[in-house]
């Protein structure tokens, strides 16, 4: 019987076991010096490549990045033939990952990709490369690598990519996790994961996205096992979670320190209420309202009273916005805010805010001037608060953008009452008068001694009703004046008069336009309270009827289905004009224009 023939060792394999032991044992530093020994002696030994990929792990372990990558480049650039160098390109993802670096790890996957030979490469990529667009926020193409990480996953490692699938997928659209699954079918266990995907929403308590899965499940694949069980579920579930029809919820402040402006409110809603009843007695509509009590805690827990009560939509709050559109939006209800808090839409796609807005006034004012009066040189005289500021901003970006100019932008301080100082630097520039025209209409205005041609003054009524007769007094004359919805005030004309007429104010609401339907709104409010509606009561009772039309219509099964019907409004002919909600969640409205003569406010036509 022949003997076996020696085995050879390599004189480094001695090193390079001593080495592979520490790192087996966490004894890192001592590892790092054995690899490098091998290195130094063994430079070309055959398992250079291997104690370079240690080295960089190590690095990797000890949280020096910068480290592992300039060994793992150094490795591919010197070893490209290697079997460890697709490990290597990984491992640099990893080192990107845990840098916080997202964006790096996306931008380098496809390089990776390109040279992988191993399914383990193609699993790891992807799913750092959705770990990577999870952690940036993106659901739904995390939820697309996931799902390529599953086909190349192999059984026992299969539940642990499942939960990532189940992670991203919570939050994603479930029409486009079908479209997902669907588009890897024939790598896929479809069937199982549409199910599954319709169980997690219902654990996340996302119920209307669990009745669409299902609902696809039981359509597609009407022979499944779980069939029964996913009807059982859609039962249940519509039992016991889906919206009732013609149920609107409510939020006002009843009490409190805003109770006069919630009663005012509640009192329109419940007119619009009886109107549309009357109009629709087959379809009748209930409204469930809720005393936020101007407390963010109390709007919150209103907000869940009403969830429980099943309503399909909410109208409100009035104050404490953020609170209640917080848990509207993880409860999944349609809500519509009144009030000028800046980014409330943008709390998610359920929230919606109906009201005017700085840049929808600055928008008319602007358009107005440069378009209708051909003016494009500006003043403005301002307070020095954000109402001010912000409106001045607004106002000069939009200007510029008709191609017109800001000359001059002077502020004050809120509760001033004399301007002159302002008002001298103001008209400190004059220009020479042009030569008067052959004619005159007896509503043109004297021909302007100062290089403006109009002033812009974003204040209330008591400020500017004080500045103004001073703009005369400083022979700030023969200019046109522009005002915010503020300015819709008889004060400002009381106080101003004469230096007042001709001026140029944006609202939401004008109880004296001639619109019919605005005409039928205010006999209405006037025979029912006794009083003129302004613009919170005028826009309570726009949102009530869009909110009313909605719960009631039978096509329309769920909430999401409301949300997309907000989302999609577009020239809904109201009270407070034509309005249109945006992809924001943000309404956009044609203003009213209104001008001062005499007495009165006039209401101008011909705007844009």
């Given at each position: 019987?022949?003997?076996?023939?020696?085995?050879?060792?390599?004189?480094?394999?001695?090193?390079?076991?001593?080495?592979?032991?520490?790192?087996?044992?966490?004894?890192?530093?001592?590892?790092?010096?054995?690899?490098?020994?091998?290195?130094?002696?063994?430079?070309?030994?055959?398992?250079?490549?291997?104690?370079?990929?240690k080295k960089a792990l190590i690095h990797t372990a000890l949280g020096e990045y910068d480290k592992s990558r300039t060994i793992y480049n150094h490795l591919i650039a010197k070893y490209p033939s290697s079997p460890v160098v697709s490990d290597a390109r990984v491992e640099i993802l990893v080192t990107f990952f845990n840098q916080g670096k997202y964006t790096q790890v996306i931008n380098h996957a496809p390089h990776v990709l390109k040279h992988s030979l191993f399914k383990v490469h193609l699993l790891k990529t992807y799913t750092l490369v959705g770990d990577s667009h999870m952690a940036m926020g993106a659901?739904?193409?995390?939820?697309?690598?996931?799902?390529?990480?599953?086909?190349?996953?192999?059984?026992?490692?299969?539940?642990?990519?499942?939960?990532?699938?189940?992670?991203?997928?919570?939050?994603?659209?479930?029409?486009?996790?079908?479209?997902?699954?669907?588009?890897?079918?024939?790598?896929?266990?479809?069937?199982?994961?549409?199910?599954?995907?319709?169980?997690?929403k219902a654990e996340w308590k996302k119920y209307e996205d669990t009745i669409i899965l299902l609902s696809e499940f039981i359509k597609k694949f009407p022979e499944n096992e779980n069939v029964q069980s996913a009807k059982k579920l859609i039962h249940d579930i519509n039992e016991k979670f889906t919206f009732k029809h013609n149920i609107l919820g409510c939020l006002l402040p009843l009490s409190g320190p805003y109770t006069s402006y919630g009663n005012k409110i509640l009192k329109c809603i419940e007119m619009a209420l009886d109107q549309y009843n009357s109009r629709n007695r087959r379809s009748v509509i209930?409204?469930?309202?809720?005393?936020?009590?101007?407390?963010?805690?109390?709007?919150?827990?209103?907000?869940?009273?009403?969830?429980?009560?099943?309503?399909?939509?909410?109208?409100?709050?009035?104050?404490?916005?953020?609170?209640?559109?917080?848990?509207?939006?993880?409860?999944?209800?349609?809500?519509?805010?009144?009030?000028?808090?800046?980014?409330?839409?943008?709390?998610?796609?359920?929230?919606?805010?109906?009201?005017?807005?700085?840049?929808?006034?600055?928008?008319?004012?602007?358009?107005?001037?440069?378009?209708?009066?051909?003016?494009?040189?500006?003043?403005?005289?301002?307070?020095?608060?954000?109402?001010?500021?912000?409106?001045?901003?607004?106002?000069?970006?939009?200007?510029?953008?008709?191609?017109?100019?800001?000359?001059?932008?002077?502020?004050?301080?809120?509760?001033?009452?004399?301007?002159?100082?302002?008002?001298?630097?103001?008209?400190?520039?004059?220009?020479?008068?042009?030569?008067?025209?052959?004619?005159?209409?007896?509503?043109?205005?004297?021909?302007?001694?100062?290089?403006?041609?109009?002033?812009?003054?974003?204040?209330?009524?008591?400020?500017?009703?004080?500045?103004?007769?001073?703009?005369?007094?400083?022979?700030?004359?023969?200019?046109?004046?522009?005002?915010?919805?503020?300015?819709?005030?008889?004060?400002?004309?009381?106080?101003?008069?004469?230096?007042?007429?001709?001026?140029?104010?944006?609202?939401?609401?004008?109880?004296?336009?001639?619109?019919?339907?605005?005409?039928?709104?205010?006999?209405?409010?006037?025979?029912?309270?006794?009083?003129?509606?302004?613009?919170?009561?005028?826009?309570?009772?726009?949102?009530?009827?869009?909110?009313?039309?909605?719960?009631?219509?039978?096509?329309?099964?769920?909430?999401?289905?409301?949300?997309?019907?907000?989302?999609?409004?577009?020239?809904?002919?109201?009270?407070?004009?034509?309005?249109?909600?945006?992809?924001?969640?943000?309404?956009?409205?044609?203003?009213?224009?209104?001008?001062?003569?005499?007495?009165?406010?006039?209401?101008?036509?011909?705007?844009?």
């Amino acid at each position: 019987m022949p003997l076996p023939e020696p085995v050879e060792f390599h004189p480094g394999d001695i090193f390079f076991s001593t080495a592979e032991n520490m790192f087996q044992r966490k004894e890192y530093g001592n590892a790092l010096k054995i690899y490098d020994k091998y290195l130094e002696r063994f430079p070309d030994g055959y398992r250079a490549p291997q104690a370079l990929m240690k080295k960089a792990l190590i690095h990797t372990a000890l949280g020096e990045y910068d480290k592992s990558r300039t060994i793992y480049n150094h490795l591919i650039a010197k070893y490209p033939s290697s079997p460890v160098v697709s490990d290597a390109r990984v491992e640099i993802l990893v080192t990107f990952f845990n840098q916080g670096k997202y964006t790096q790890v996306i931008n380098h996957a496809p390089h990776v990709l390109k040279h992988s030979l191993f399914k383990v490469h193609l699993l790891k990529t992807y799913t750092l490369v959705g770990d990577s667009h999870m952690a940036m926020g993106a659901s739904t193409k995390a939820l697309n690598y996931y799902l390529m990480a599953y086909t190349k996953t192999k059984v026992p490692e299969k539940e642990n990519i499942l939960l990532k699938i189940k992670s991203a997928a919570s939050e994603v659209d479930p029409a486009i996790i079908i479209s997902l699954f669907m588009r890897h079918k024939e790598e896929l266990p479809v069937e199982d994961l549409i199910y599954r995907m319709g169980l997690t929403k219902a654990e996340w308590k996302k119920y209307e996205d669990t009745i669409i899965l299902l609902s696809e499940f039981i359509k597609k694949f009407p022979e499944n096992e779980n069939v029964q069980s996913a009807k059982k579920l859609i039962h249940d579930i519509n039992e016991k979670f889906t919206f009732k029809h013609n149920i609107l919820g409510c939020l006002l402040p009843l009490s409190g320190p805003y109770t006069s402006y919630g009663n005012k409110i509640l009192k329109c809603i419940e007119m619009a209420l009886d109107q549309y009843n009357s109009r629709n007695r087959r379809s009748v509509i209930k409204l469930i309202v809720k005393d936020t009590e101007s407390d963010p805690e109390k709007a919150a827990l209103a907000v869940n009273e009403l969830s429980e009560e099943r309503v399909g939509a909410i109208l409100g709050p009035v104050t404490t916005h953020e609170s209640a559109a917080l848990v509207a939006q993880e409860k999944r209800i349609p809500i519509i805010t009144l009030g000028q808090k800046e980014n409330i839409a943008t709390l998610g796609d359920y929230v919606f805010r109906n009201f005017i807005t700085p840049e929808m006034q600055v928008q008319a004012l602007v358009s107005y001037a440069a378009q209708i009066l051909k003016i494009n040189r500006f003043a403005i005289l301002y307070p020095d608060d954000k109402y001010g500021t912000t409106f001045m901003g607004l106002f000069q970006d939009e200007l510029e953008a008709y191609g017109g100019e800001v000359i001059r932008a002077e502020l004050y301080h809120p509760g001033q009452t004399d301007f002159a100082e302002c008002i001298k630097k103001l008209a400190e520039t004059q220009i020479e008068l042009p030569e008067p025209p052959e004619e005159k209409t007896e509503n043109s205005l004297p021909e302007p001694v100062l290089d403006f041609e109009a002033v812009f003054i974003p204040d209330g009524p008591t400020t500017s009703g004080l500045l103004i007769p001073q703009l005369a007094f400083y022979d700030v004359v023969g200019v046109h004046l522009f005002g915010t919805n503020l300015w819709h005030s008889e004060r400002l004309i009381e106080m101003a008069k004469q230096f007042i007429q001709g001026a140029i104010v944006a609202d939401g609401f004008f109880a004296g336009s001639n619109s019919q339907k605005v005409k039928d709104f205010v006999e209405l409010f006037e025979e029912t309270f006794h009083e003129k509606p302004g613009f919170i009561e005028a826009v309570a009772y726009d949102t009530a009827m869009i909110l009313f039309d909605l719960v009631s219509r039978n096509d329309i099964q769920s909430r999401s289905e409301i949300k997309n019907e907000i989302m999609n409004l577009q020239g809904f002919q109201g009270v407070t004009g034509t309005t249109s909600f945006d992809f924001t969640g943000n309404a956009h409205k044609k203003l009213y224009l209104l001008q001062i003569q005499g007495d009165k406010f006039i209401e101008l036509e011909n705007h844009s």
